[in-house]
């Protein structure tokens, strides 16, 4: 059976990150395990989050969750199947969060996590197109772009925010106060940056790195105690020094689950043996509901004139193709605004990514298309919700489906901050020189007005954020899965290292945080912490 020093398991921006610093010491044998393919898919090239890709479960996992909302609506929750995992999929908006999120991990009882730690591990990742700075990294694996966003709509958009008090950032990581301005991208030259080309592709050739694609891991190995290996169908592996679990907030705790350590109580109804007794395995969720709002635009404006045909877009596809141009070649939302929901906060408590098109009605089982008429599109979701859901198995049986609760919207903090948030919205769009811009609001439309519509309207007709986390979350006390070194407690030799292992939300979007988290992770691993 093969034998390594770590045996890493999932190739996300965690996974990509260990395997890079780990196997940079040639004295260790490293095996990182994906279950998706290389990344050669054609189509992930684009910043573009392109619908059939997210919707293709041969490269993105689908998972159902529990019905929820006034409609009881099914929703799946997609990450990506690949090298590079939910980086090659996702929609490449860049954002770190702040010093008040790193030091808010401390304060819980995490040493080691502050931002005095976290941003030097930001700089070393970034390759920043704005140059070093105190606050930036320049010359790192990551390449970190800033729109070249133009046109009349955009700078409107911006002239509203700035109007309503948000201040035009050029780097909008910079500070963390009310700011608006074009969205950082991990996008190089009109093409994705995902981690694996940012931190795998450049290391692949190592001797002492070994790569397994197409591998599903079920379950850790535990023996005497420890993690010895991994098992999935046709395959093993055995880890001399540590077993890696970088499969995400959604599989990482399915795997720890399926090899026994999670609640005892739940592990038992579905039929696993249990070894540890762990109640916060897969519990403790924390998801981002994403109001999901859209304006018909009062002259032909923005990208559905293109992107809203079948001939259109073929259109849009081969400028990519031929020029790595046009709109595909940008990232859906081109602007970024972080703004507090009430003037009193000491500081901004909400995001909002504006887009220059905007959605048809989504209809069963076919991608999301753009509507013909000219529209906008506006996703808001507040940075720190505190209602929290959970995951957990069904059966011994790894193909079984996960029971995943939501719990959206669940505290009367999170329903009140995103009221104001997207009262917050409505006022921005009904701001000089936008407002002029915009004929009417289509999505959910002027009628929603009452709180408790709102909320409604949020749950039948907003989205996931993508960003769950939490499930595994790290923490000093005897019953946080890991500790602040992210070892699984009860189990030696075996620690979690991706989103799941954040007690919090960071304020803005992931895939930069979980990176430079996996490379302090990797800091206390070569250190043997
Ligand atoms: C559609 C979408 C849009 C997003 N948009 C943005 C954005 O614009 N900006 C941003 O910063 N973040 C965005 N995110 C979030 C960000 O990409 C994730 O938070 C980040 O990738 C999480 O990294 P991770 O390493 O924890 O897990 P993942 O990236 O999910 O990687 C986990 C890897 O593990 C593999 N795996 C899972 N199960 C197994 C198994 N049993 N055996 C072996 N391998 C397994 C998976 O195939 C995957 O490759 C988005 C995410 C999605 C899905």
Known sequence: MAQFDYVIVGAGPAGCVLANRLSADPRVDVLL???????????????????????????????????????????????????????????????????ADYDALERLGNPGWGWDTMLPAFKAIEDHELGASPVRGA???????TVDGSGPLLEDVLGAGTRLGLRRARDLNEADEERIGY???????????????????????????????????????????RAAG???????????RE????????????????????????????????????????ARLREHRVFLMQFRLAEDLGHNKLLGTEAGQEAARRQYQ???????????????????????????????????????????????????????????????????GGLHVTSPDPDAPLDIDANYFATEHDRTTAVDLFRSIRR???????????????????EVQADQEIIDAGLAMGACGYHAIATCAMGPGDDDVVDPRLRVRGVEDLRVVDASVLPIMVAGNLSGPVSALAWRAADFIVDGS
């Open 33 to 99: 395990v994906e279950a998706g393919d290389r990344d050669i898919d054609p189509r992930i090239a684009s910043p573009w989050m392109l619908a059939e890709v997210v919707g293709d479960p041969s490269v993105a996992w689908q998972y159902p969750i529990r019905p929820f909302g006034p409609a009881q609506q099914v929703e799946h929750w997609v990450r990506g199947k690949m090298l590079g995992g939910s980086s090659a999929v996702n929609g490449v908006v860049y954002n770190r969060g702040g010093r």
């Open 230 to 240: 991994v098992v999935g169908r046709g395959f093993e592996a055995r880890a001399g």
């Open 183 to 225: 969205a950082m991208a991990t996008v190089r030259d009109g093409e994705r940056v995902s981690a694996a080309q940012a931190f795998l592709h450049p290391v692949m050739d190592r001797p002492n790195l070994t790569v397994a694609v197409n591998t599903v891991v079920d379950r850790v190995e535990l023996e005497g105690g």
């Open 322 to 388: 031929a020029t790595r141009q046009g709109p595909l070649a940008t990232p859906q939302c081109e602007i970024v605004g972080f703004l507090k929901t009430r003037p009193e906060l000491d500081r901004p408590d909400a995001q909002i990514q504006i887009g220059q098109f905007s959605l048809r009605a989504l209809e069963p089982g076919k991608a999301h298309l753009m509507e013909r008429e000219p529209g906008m599109l506006c996703l808001g979701f507040i940075l720190r919700p505190d209602s929290e």
């Open 139 to 145: 010359g790192g694996p990551l390449h970190v772009s």
């Open 428 to 446: 921005l769009f009904a701001t000089e020189p936008l407002a002029g811009r915009i004929e009417h609001e289509t999505l959910p439309g002027s």
């Open 243 to 282: 077993v890696i679990l970088a499969t995400g907030a959604i599989a990482t705790p399915k795997i720890l689950q399926l090899s026994g350590i999670g609640p005892a109580d739940t592990l038992r109804s579905a039929g696993v043996d249990v070894v540890v007794d762990s109640p916060n395995v897969g």
